[in-house]
Nanobody, 128 residues
């Protein structure tokens, strides 16, 4: 059973940086595995939205709101996913979740219903 555990959230001021990590266990990808790993976030009263995704061949996708500020990466084994977040603003405040699916990311990479399982989330709070 695949399990995802996020870490690295916290409270920072505007302009600060955080690096989120997501450790995956319960499944081992091979060299030939096809998968997409993504970061989503959800602020109070808002829908969950896609932040960034990366697939097994290293293609990266970003939401317009974070392009140029956030960088997604993973280790070669696909067991750990990262999200480097720079130039944070209060609009980035949310619970951040990692998720995965056994398919390429594709054009619908930012649609939550196409992914699972999910981690428990890590809170990011940015103050002005």
């Amino acid at each position: 059973q695949v399990q995802l555990v996020e870490s690295g959230g916290g409270s920072v001021q505007t302009g600060g940086s955080l690096r989120l990590s997501c450790a995956q266990s319960g499944y081992t990808y091979t060299t030939y595995s096809i998968y997409c790993m993504g970061w989503f976030r959800q602020a109070p009263g808002k829908e969950r939205e896609g932040v960034a995704a990366i697939d097994s061949v290293g293609r990266e996708m970003y939401a317009d709101s974070v392009e140029g500020r956030f960088t997604i990466s993973k280790d070669n084994a696909g067991s750990t996913l990262y999200l480097q977040m720079n130039s944070l603003t209060p609009e980035d405040t949310a619970m951040y979740y990692c998720t995965t699916r056994r398919a390429y990311c594709g054009g619908a990479w930012d649609v939550p219903s196409g992914f699972g399982p999910w981690g428990q989330g890590t809170q990011v709070t940015v103050s002005s």
